[in-house]
């Protein structure tokens, strides 16, 4: 009786590890690293190409259709739309203005997507004319990874 004790005590516990193990691996099925990759080279699609070279095409396939952008300057933006003429006017001004990437760190969200979170400076013509923090909220949708939520903050001027 007391061997049929420990034997049913060893299962449960085999039985709860091992659905520990097997239930983190399924959350987690990318490493941290690999997820960082993938979003670090999507921010750099989304901006080093569409965003500084004007890309519109590319730019539309990254961002979702149903964005929503927050801005220290601006405040809210839903409108795919809006988005679009904002970044056509942008693209039309006399001088480039253009992004780049100071610091970044990508945090899994589930089994829905992944936030970056960083800091970014904006420049006109080459000189550096701001400094902002933001936070994407990146989907992973039909294989592909779009921008879906947008907060740009702290905007300071260089």
């Keep these: 009786m007391k061997s049929l004790k420990i034997f049913n005590f060893t299962l449960l516990l085999l039985f709860l590890f091992s659905n520990t193990v097997f239930s983190q691996e399924a959350e987690n099925p990318v490493t941290e690293k690999a997820l960082q990759n993938e979003i670090l080279k999507m921010d750099s699609l989304f901006f080093n190409v569409a965003f500084n070279k004007c890309d519109l095409t590319l730019y539309k396939k990254i961002m979702s259709p149903d964005i929503e952008f927050y801005d220290d300057r601006s405040g809210l933006n839903t409108s795919f739309d809006v988005e679009i003429a904002s970044f056509k006017d942008r693209c039309s001004r006399p001088f480039a203005v253009t992004r780049q990437l100071v610091s970044a760190t990508v945090h899994v ?50």
């Design 109 to 158: 969200l589930g089994d829905y997507g992944a936030v970056e979170i960083g800091v970014h400076e904006f420049y006109e013509d080459g000189k550096k004319v701001q400094r902002g923090k933001f936070i994407i909220i990146w989907e992973r949708k039909d294989g592909s990874w779009i921008i879906k939520r947008t907060v740009s903050y702290d905007h300071e001027p260089v």
